[in-house]
């Protein structure tokens, strides 16, 4: 991790109010370093000095700050990919396409897609959405 990049990440913990952790600031930097949602499992094994209940703990607080959002693969399993910078306290923007790829299971947030409006019944209120396709990633097309 390059000391701009740890710099960024303390910078982003100090303006959701949260201690600046060596687990923390290693969980940002695995997720930043992937260009797919990361599940918890995922993380488990590349920090096997960090215990279960502590990476739950840090995903779970970086969720409610809005640094990382959740979306579930095809199996059912949580991922987590860091938030953009328009996600807030309890208030993710995260409303874009998540692709899930049938070959490597990863789940992509695409980001720069752009999706319709929606138009809901009268009576209803969204607090967000998720949208997800399925098929094959550009990394699994090539095999």
Request: include cysteine; glycine fraction near 4%.
């Amino acid at each position: 991790m390059t000391t701009a990049t740890n710099n960024t990440f303390e910078h982003l913990l100090d303006q959701h109010h949260l201690k600046k952790t060596v687990p923390r600031l290693r969980v940002l930097a695995m997720m930043a370093e992937k260009n797919t949602a990361t599940s918890q499992p995922d993380l488990e094994n590349l920090m096997q000095d960090v215990d279960r209940v502590t990476l739950y703990r840090i995903l779970n607080v970086f969720e409610e700050k809005g640094i990382i959002h959740k979306v579930f693969d095809l199996n059912g399993t949580a991922n987590y990919a860091i938030c953009t910078s328009n996600c807030q306290e309890h208030h993710h923007h995260d409303e874009h396409l998540h692709f899930n790829c049938t070959v490597c299971n990863n789940v992509y947030c695409l980001n720069d897609l752009s999706l319709p409006a929606f138009n809901l019944p009268l009576g209803f209120k969204a607090n967000g959405f998720t949208i997800y396709a399925s098929g094959t990633c550009q990394k699994c097309t090539k095999k």
